[in-house]
T-cell receptor, first 114, second 112 residues
Framework: NAGVTQTPKFRILKIGQSMTLQCTQD?????MYWYRQDPGMGLKLIYY???????DKGEVPNGYNVSRSTTEDFPLRLELAAPSQTSVYFC?????????????FGQGTRLTVV | GENVEQHPSTLSVQEGDSAVIKCTYS??????FPWYKQELGKRPQLIID?????GEKKDQRIAVTLNKTAKHFSLHITETQPEDSAVYFC???????????FGGGTRLMVKP
């Protein structure tokens, strides 16, 4: 199993540009998450999904959109990039269900908006 | 929603000493409390977790304790080694959507 795979690893965007961060997992997990981690700070939840076709906002959703058309993929879309979106983005997945289980993280995408 | 507070934000110890990191949570419905270690430039990885039906769990030099009444849980690392230097995150889950809410992190530095 590859686990959780994110692409790209690094990206520089100009203000106002758009991009999609890709995330795929091969563990057949129902739950998927997007977090952002600002320098020296903790993890903030952007969006999450409890299954294909279902998404919901987390703590900091403004400026982002997600979709979950398949169990495996959970892309994060940035529209009109702003310097405040400079951060490291982590995708994660977990089996979820009646009992919480370990969340597995991707390797992260370091995004700089200039 | 859930709110998780983590202290201290930085912790410096001498190699061989113990380190303790504490977290408090607000949602009494939370029932899953994992701890993640994040080395510089890498992804967070689970090191230990505890569920609300137990009060303590140990794994070699690492232990976690949980006090559900007081809504706090702690990570204990004994005989610290330089490779324990990293950022540690606590988290709480069990609320709607099984989301994990993370604490702000603790940067642990173990001096040789």
């Amino acid at each position: 199993n590859a686990g959780v795979t994110q692409t790209p690893k690094f990206r520089i965007l100009k203000i106002g540009q758009s991009m999609t961060l890709q995330c795929t997992q091969d563990m057949n997990h129902n739950y998927m998450y997007w977090y952002r981690q600002d320098p020296g700070m903790g993890l903030k939840l952007i969006y999450y999904s409890v299954g294909a076709g279902i998404t919901d906002k987390g703590e900091v959703p403004n400026g982002y959109n997600v979709s979950r058309s398949t169990t495996e993929d959970f892309p994060l879309r940035l529209e009109l990039a702003a310097p405040s979106q400079t951060s490291v983005y982590f995708c994660a997945s977990s089996a979820g269900g009646a009992e919480n289980t370990e969340a597995f993280f991707g390797q992260g995408t370091r995004l700089t908006v200039v | 929603g859930e709110n998780v507070e983590q202290h201290p934000s930085t912790l410096s110890v001498q190699e061989g000493d113990s380190a303790v990191i504490k977290c408090t949570y607000s949602d009494s419905a939370s029932n899953y409390f994992p701890w993640y270690k994040q080395e510089l430039g890498k992804r967070p990885q689970l090191i230990i977790d505890i569920r609300s039906n137990v009060g303590e769990k140990k794994d070699q030099r690492i232990a976690v304790t949980l006090n559900k009444t007081a809504k706090h849980f702690s990570l204990h690392i004994t005989e610290t080694q330089p490779e324990d230097s990293a950022v540690y995150f606590c988290a709480a889950g069990g609320n709607a959507g099984n989301m994990l809410t993370f604490g702000g992190g603790t940067r642990l530095m173990v001096k040789p």
